[in-house]
């Protein structure tokens, strides 16, 4: 006879399975599948994510997760068996919070919020775009309270994206910050010509590129006989397994950055994705915990080691190898400095180490406030420019190079923002606590060597999956909560050093 | 409310659709997938097929066909209602015949069948694969009586396959060939020197080979905006709709015809794929009838077509376009006769048109007779040898090379071999049909048109997709059964000129 524990274990297994074939299905439809396919590609993925719904929230799922629970009473908190009921009944209790009918509508509402924004951005006109958002704010306000919250409406819209994430949080995350990064951007805004990155946007063939990126990337630890990367027009990790986790990238043929920066972003998620313990594959626990974790995972190896001089000590003469005639005349130092290049602007996408928190906090306030019933939906792109014009010294000359720069809250991704910046904030914390372990890990790094590096993010993060909630994780990793100090030392001395200020 | 017929259409449209996700999730791995992403993908192919197959037994699914039959009692019989619902119960009924245990025990023994059959091959030792191929042939036999039969047992076989053939029909059509194919294929053997195909034996750029096959195979139809093509060891072809079917092909930078006819065959397939009535999209009428009509299509375009002087008379310029230092040489008869060679050989796949149907003849009697209990699995080495001797007058130097050779039977696949001989008859009993209606076809050809021949077969056969059983389709669109007469003659016609036989 199997246990309740089993039991459980194959129904989530095939709950997981159907999950992980969604994710290739739509893996295929962004890389592999020809234009002509669009409708029927719609007709699969919903039949696929119907059934899956289905099982997610059925009460025979239900009656597995108590008898395993009843079960396992006696079982360690950190234990598989723990970890996963406990991870199992999380998940089913709030797949269960949604009603059929306002998953359904909010799905009508995205659809049109998604066409009408595209229009809107086109035209440069907000005022378009108001009651498809409006409609987007209302059924996210229905849907706080089917959530539930303690302190803020806009908690419930936070704990979607980051299991525990608070506005209070947030606040007290980005309050820190703003102390010290406006006045070191504003700073840093008034010598930004001290940079000089032309040498990044000049042809660069785009076989040398991905040849020399994917070689980075081994070395780093991405390992392509468990995955394998794709050209998409929106770069991407997704995972079926921590076996199959494949990676996507897109190239400018005349600049170099999207390319490589990308891949190693991509690729700092993908090794997190990899490196899930074996017992965890095939689980409810495998896989990463959290967008914010896993961001932290993605700017480590993109920023905090990819553009790091130690980095480039060992990697730039390689470089030069393939780009010979791009940069015969461009000394270390130089490059070094480029790809560090920061300057203040409007788009978040294309925002540097420095500057990116700041696009952020925008956007958080202006959320907080609209489900905090302070701010209309319409007084937004007074807001945003305001928001700006304070944060980061310029103000954007149109709504669309403005508030209507992001496709998120036209697809309902209402407090998904934060996880950004807690990538961030967490990239160079978890690197700090690793340093204090492995004091050689940058001496290793001016060697093209990340091996001390990865373990300790091997065995502190990556290896747990999705056993401990993001904060728990880590207090465990680095004994403490998540802190901006880490962070805004690094900027301070990094960006203090390139632009002497 | 829906009416019984509509519950029905949308409960099969989720099993269709779940039947598209798990082709998708095959082709992935045999195209895409990396080395080490294998276990995993069997987990979720096993969930998937699992979910599919419980919904197609599924009580639910039998009540909704019943009650769509009640209210459309009065339905034409070729109109979609009526025969979606006649497909639907076909399917229903024929899915419910086997016990899962059966299921689950043939697909360990097929898996133990496959490991014993590559040792057993590379080993040249027939004895060591007897023991797993009887216990498969006892399965067999047990799933024939479930499914039952009327005359012959292995009728319950061939019918799996192509629904409603008979061993009594194919041992038709097989004698009426043997009388003349015999003595022509002895003919041609003795003269197998009058053909020289060195020509198509030189190294040829991949790039080139692909290039060249996917320009003809867009004239001759196959949509790639509905499609695409890459690389796999075995070629194939498969469809997630009418509208996304995939090719695959294998590059010999040696040889061009692996690449160049393998493109045209999976392309035959492709198009009938393509081509099923835009209202039958997502149904379980679309696609393909039969094994047989659908190998009908693949040999048309490779074989009829594809090896046919006019077409040559049109590519081969183009082609000496390409590989200019390869054919300087080399005339179009000279050319067109290589690409028609036959050498009477001991290996199935790399028999040509005059002989394939002669290797198929020696499958369908062991098979025919291991079933109807005239024939132990200790004795096919010996049988086998004679038929090849008496056949195509030649004998396997080892059983590697004899009845070794297929897959096949070690994946349980047994009356399966027929339908490629019914596809080799039913390409030209169909052209030469569609040539009474457009007697313009092979001068189209010539210029390099192939509208004609594709609006026929568009019309009289892929439009139907599965409404027509294929006996049915086959008489419906050449006023016959299916017969060897015209592909005799066919035959005869053709090498009788290029053998001077």
């Known amino acids: ?102 998953v359904s509508e909010m799905s009508r509402a995205t659809s049109v919020g998604f066409e009408e924004w595209v229009k809107a951005r086109a035209n440069n006109d907000w005022k378009a775009f108001v009651p498809a958002l409006k409609k987007i704010v209302e059924l996210k306000q229905q849907e706080i309270e089917c959530r539930g919250y303690k302190d803020h409406p806009y908690d419930a819209l936070l704990d979607t994206y980051e299991l525990g994430l608070t506005a209070a949080a947030v606040e007290g995350m980005f309050s820190e910050l703003r102390k010290d990064l406006v006045p070191l951007v504003k700073a840093i805004g008034a010598k930004v010509d001290a940079v000089d990155d032309s040498c990044l946007h000049q042809p660069f063939d785009e076989t040398d590129q991905r040849a020399f990126s994917e070689l980075v990337i081994t070395r780093m630890g991405y390992d392509f006989k468990r995955g394998r990367q794709d050209r998409a027009v929106h770069p991407f990790c997704t995972s079926f397994s921590q076996d199959d986790v494949r990676i996507t990238t897109r190239f400018d043929p005349n600049w170099l950055n999207p390319a490589m920066f990308g891949t190693f972003h991509e690729a700092g998620h993908a090794m997190y994705e990899q490196g899930s313990a074996p017992a965890l594959e095939g689980t409810v626990l495998n896989g990463g915990t959290s967008l914010g974790v896993h961001e932290s995972q993605s700017r480590l190896w993109e920023n905090v080691v990819g553009r790091s001089r130690q980095f480039w000590t060992y990697w730039y003469p390689r470089l030069q190898g393939v780009f010979i005639e791009q940069f015969k005349d461009v000394s270390l130092d130089a490059f070094y400095r480029a790809v560090n290049k920061v300057h203040p602007s409007f788009i ?142 690094y900027l301070k001395q990094k960006y203090g050093e390139i632009y002497n200020v």
């Open 348 to 489: 978040r996408v294309e925002a540097d180490e420095a500057t990116y928190n700041l696009h952020i906090m925008v956007r958080f306030e202006i959320e907080r406030d609209l489900f905090g019933g302070k701010l209309a939906v319409e007084d937004i792109p007074q807001i945003w420019n305001d928001k700006f014009n304070d944060y980061l010294g310029v103000v954007p000359p149109t709504d669309a190079l403005g508030c209507l720069q992001d496709i998120h809250w036209s697809a309902g991704l209402l407090g998904y923002f934060p996880t950004y910046s807690m990538g961030n904030l967490l990239s160079v914390q978890l690197y700090d606590t690793a340093l204090k372990q492995y004091p050689t890990i940058p001496d290793e790094i001016a060697v093209g060597e990340f091996g001390s590096l990865l373990r300790w993010m091997r065995e502190n993060i990556h290896q747990y999956g999705q056993k401990y909630e993001p904060q728990e994780l880590v207090k465990r990793a680095t004994g403490e909560p998540m802190q901006s100090r880490s962070y805004m030392a």
């Open 1 to 102: 006879m199997a246990s309740a524990y089993e039991k459980l274990k194959t129904k989530l297994a095939q709950l997981v399975s159907l999950e992980n074939i969604q994710a290739l299905v739509e893996w295929d439809q962004q890389t592999q599948m020809s234009e002509g396919s669009g409708a029927s590609r719609a007709r699969h993925l919903e039949a696929l994510s119907g059934l899956t719904h289905e099982i997610a929230v059925s009460d025979e799922l239900g009656k597995l997760i108590e008898a395993a629970e009843v079960e396992n009473a006696g079982a360690a908190y950190d234990s598989d068996e723990a970890s996963m009921i406990r991870v199992a009944k999380r998940n089913y209790e709030r797949a269960r919070k949604l009603p059929t009918d306002l």
